[in-house]
Nanobody, 115 residues
Framework: QVQLVESGGGLVQTGGSLRLSCAAS????????VGWYRQAPGKQRELVAA???????SYADSVKGRFTISRDNAKNTVHLQMNSLKPEDTAVYYC?????????WGQGTQVTVSS
């Protein structure tokens, strides 16, 4: 059974930092491209950051320079380091793993940034 489990969310003040983790099981994690998405109330889910199976990274313009995505294939884990957080970063953050026709989602973790 495939599972993606996010952790590390919480409440933080503006300018603070959080580190999200996504732990995978049931798949050969290293061959998947992995992304972090977020969805704020009343808004569409958006891609925040992604890392390919080869290690290439990409970021939404809104988080460039503040967020860093990394993967540890030995531990089947992807992290999202979030610095200089802003109230507009408040959302549920989801981990996504995709390989060809196989797409897996985690259950999400809440991030709340207070002003």
């Amino acid at each position: 059974q495939v599972q993606l489990v996010e952790s590390g969310g919480g409440l933080v003040q503006t300018g603070g930092s959080l580190r999200l983790s996504c732990a995978a099981s049931g798949i050969i994690f290293s061959i998947y491209d992995v992304g972090w998405y977020r969805q704020a109330p009343g808004k569409q889910r958006e891609l925040v950051a992604a890392v390919t199976s080869g290690g290439s990274t990409s970021y939404a313009d809104s988080v460039k320079g503040r967020f860093t995505i990394s993967r540890d294939n030995a531990k089947n884990t992807v992290h999202l380091q979030m610095n200089s957080l802003k109230p507009e970063d408040t959302a549920v953050y989801y981990c996504n793993a995709i390989r060809s026709i196989w797409i897996h989602w985690g259950q999400g973790t809440q991030v709340t940034v207070s002003s």
